[in-house]
């Protein structure tokens, strides 16, 4: 089993979808989760960055973890053309050496 | 206020010859982390650098590569007698302190080739 688990995708939505990412692990002791963009041929982004279990929102996104499933989502509201990319997950014990899951492919369609 | 630079974008290496790879963080960032991304895979984490020390290297191979980060100039990760499996695109970032307190900005990568 791997560490971290995503859906590689393609995942299309029609522009103004809301759309769900999400990220399985396996160890518990995970502290701190990110959500990266690539877009292609590019070096990730940071959108999103959490410690611990809840909510954190920002504009259009929002990042939820749940550490009791071991599960964390980001949700993209109002989706755009511009959101195509590949969304990758992180986390860490301590905040460092993050280990990244292998990304989702989204594709808004205008 | 550059971002996190690495250069070169495009590196191409015949196989047996060395590969540098350099990496200048952003202005009052002094942690430097490297990670390799493997064609349809994710981003593999192989060092943490801090100035003049190697905190982690846990995820670099054991021969033919090194990093280091002197105390002036950029973050370096060297490959020695390269092969065709180290093609990838290398990837650095860094944060102001731990990771744990801001995440990481990563550079636009050097995608290495192989040849």
């Known amino acids: 089993q791997k560490e971290v688990e995503q859906d590689p995708g393609p995942l299309s939505v029609p522009e103004g979808a809301i759309v769900s990412l999400n990220c399985t692990y396996s160890n518990s002791a995970f502290q701190y989760f990110m959500w990266y963009r690539q877009y292609s041929r590019k070096g990730p982004e940071l959108l999103m960055y959490t410690y611990s279990s809840g909510n954190k929102e920002d504009g259009r996104f929002t990042a939820q973890v749940d550490k009791s499933s071991k599960y964390i989502s980001l949700f993209i509201r109002d989706s755009q053309p511009s959101d195509s990319a590949t969304y990758l997950c992180?986390?860490?014990?301590?905040?460092?050496?993050?280990?990244f899951g292998p990304g989702t492919r989204l594709s808004v369609l205008p | 206020n550059a971002g996190v630079m690495q250069n070169p974008r495009h590196l191409v290496r015949r196989r047996g010859q060395e590969a540098r790879l350099r990496c200048s963080p952003m202005?009052?960032?002094?942690?430097v982390y490297w990670y390799r991304q493997l064609p349809e895979e994710g981003l593999k984490f192989m060092v943490y650098l801090q100035k003049e020390n190697i905190i982690d290297e846990s995820g670099m191979p054991k021969e033919r590569f090194s990093a280091e980060f002197p105390k002036e100039g950029p973050s370096i990760l060297r490959i020695q007698q390269v092969v065709r499996g180290d093609s990838a695109a290398y990837f650095c970032?860094?944060?102001?302190?731990?990771?744990?307190?801001?995440?990481?900005?990563f550079g636009s990568g050097t995608r290495l080739t192989v040849v």
């Open positions: 970032a860094s944060s102001p302190r731990s990771g744990k307190d801001y995440g990481y900005t």
């Open positions: 202005k009052g960032h002094s942690h």
């Open positions: 992180a986390m860490s014990f301590y905040g460092q050496n993050f280990v």
